[in-house]
């Protein structure tokens, strides 16, 4: 797998977090857009400790690819995450 900058990233035991880290996020997420007015509600230590691992993981990446500017770091990895977050399902309605 290549994750945007052409780095590959190996199986490991980081990966493999991040996987399971990103998909219960994602999960979390999808069930608190059921809840428009209340989503605050569905909150919690794991789901915040799940987006704090998927946020560490993009950022070492996005850290290795600007080295010398620190400045525009956040706002790339989030948009690395919007795009991890929307190529995800539609990738996977193609292949099935």
Not at 41 to 56: A, I, N, P, Q, W
Not at 77 to 95: E, F, K, P
Request: net charge negative; with cysteine.
């Amino acid at each position: 797998m290549v994750l945007l900058f052409g780095e590959r990233v190996m199986n490991d035991l980081m990966d493999q977090e991040f996987s399971d880290a990103f998909n219960d996020a994602q999960s979390t997420l999808a069930k608190r857009m059921r809840l428009p007015g209340l989503y605050w509600l569905y909150d919690g230590h794991y789901f915040r400790r799940s987006c704090t691992t998927v946020k560490e993981y993009v950022d070492r990446y996005v850290g290795r690819y600007l080295s010398d500017h620190n400045d525009d770091q956040y706002l790339i990895r989030d948009q690395v995450i919007n795009l991890l977050v929307t190529g995800r399902d539609t990738t996977a309605s193609l292949i099935t």
